[in-house]
């Protein structure tokens, strides 16, 4: 047995910087992925799929120098924006028969166990964040924040359904996951130049 897919891309990315404390990256992709190909109905196949990505981020202590002091030494804000988009194995989206042994010998065509969907979508992921980093008295402290939202769609899942149907699941698109949290980390610098930190 053997199984065949071909994904092509196109991809693009740029950055900007102004005056050395604001930052902007941009990124463009997009996928033609033959596994969402369907032979049935080719017209109605969703190979192509686009997803973006942006970030921005700024150093508020260079931008407005009057907030630096001895409390705050370092202070920079960052907000990112990400897609994600994913295919599945091949043959999903036709019926493709599998070749094995049979009675004495012969060589038998079997169904698939799984009905296949013609008309798959890509699951899509999507990642939000914005975070905060900054150094605090004169560099004795570091903290690193996030907060972010993570969501899944279209995710491509197989369903059981009755044995009469002739199958054992079905494919398709369903649900939408999200999670969400936060993220914090604190170095301590305590003993100046021991080159020792303690992550908390």
Same mark, same amino acid.
């Given at each position: 047995?053997?199984?065949?897919?071909?994904?092509?891309?196109?991809?693009?990315?740029?950055?900007?910087?102004?005056?050395?404390? @604001?930052? +902007?990256?941009?990124?463009?992709?997009?996928?033609?992925?033959?596994? %969402?190909?369907?032979?049935?109905?080719?017209?109605?196949?969703?190979?192509?799929?686009?997803?973006?990505?942006?970030?921005?981020?700024?150093?508020? &202590?260079?931008? @407005?120098?009057?907030?630096?002091?001895?409390?705050?030494?370092?202070?920079?804000?960052?907000?990112? &924006?990400?897609?994600?988009?994913?295919?599945?194995?091949?043959?999903?989206?036709?019926?493709?028969?599998?070749?094995?042994? =049979?009675?004495?010998?012969?060589?038998?065509?079997?169904?698939?166990? &799984?009905?296949?969907?013609?008309?798959?979508?890509?699951?899509? /992921?999507?990642?939000?964040?914005?975070?905060? !980093?900054?150094?605090? +008295?004169?560099?004795?402290? *570091?903290?690193?924040? &996030?907060?972010?939202?993570? *969501?899944?769609?279209?995710?491509? @899942?197989?369903?059981?359904?009755?044995?009469?149907?002739?199958?054992?699941? *079905?494919? /398709?698109?369903? =649900? %939408?996951?999200?999670?969400?949290?936060?993220?914090?980390?604190?170095?301590?610098?305590?003993? !100046?130049? *021991?080159? /020792?930190?303690?992550?908390?």
């Amino acid at each position: 047995g053997f199984s065949q897919k071909e994904v092509q891309s196109l991809y693009a990315t740029a950055s900007f910087g102004y005056k050395s404390y @604001i930052f +902007l990256d941009v990124t463009a992709r997009n996928d033609w992925n033959s596994s %969402l190909e369907s032979i049935i109905n080719p017209a109605s196949s969703n190979v192509s799929y686009f997803y973006p990505s942006a970030s921005i981020s700024g150093i508020l &202590t260079d931008a @407005i120098p009057a907030i630096k002091s001895d409390l705050i030494s370092y202070l920079k804000v960052r907000i990112s &924006t990400a897609g994600v988009g994913n295919g599945t194995s091949p043959y999903r989206t036709s019926y493709s028969y599998s070749i094995g042994p =049979g009675h004495l010998g012969q060589q038998y065509a079997y169904k698939p166990d &799984t009905k296949p969907f013609v008309n798959l979508k890509p699951e899509l /992921m999507s990642s939000n964040e914005i975070g905060i !980093e900054g150094y605090f +008295l004169k560099h004795v402290l *570091k903290l690193d924040a &996030t907060y972010y939202i993570n *969501k899944t769609s279209n995710q491509i @899942i197989a369903q059981r359904i009755p044995s009469p149907s002739g199958y054992s699941s *079905k494919l /398709m698109n369903a =649900g %939408l996951v999200q999670n969400q949290g936060v993220e914090l980390q604190l170095t301590a610098n305590i003993i !100046e130049n *021991k080159n /020792m930190h303690w992550d908390l």
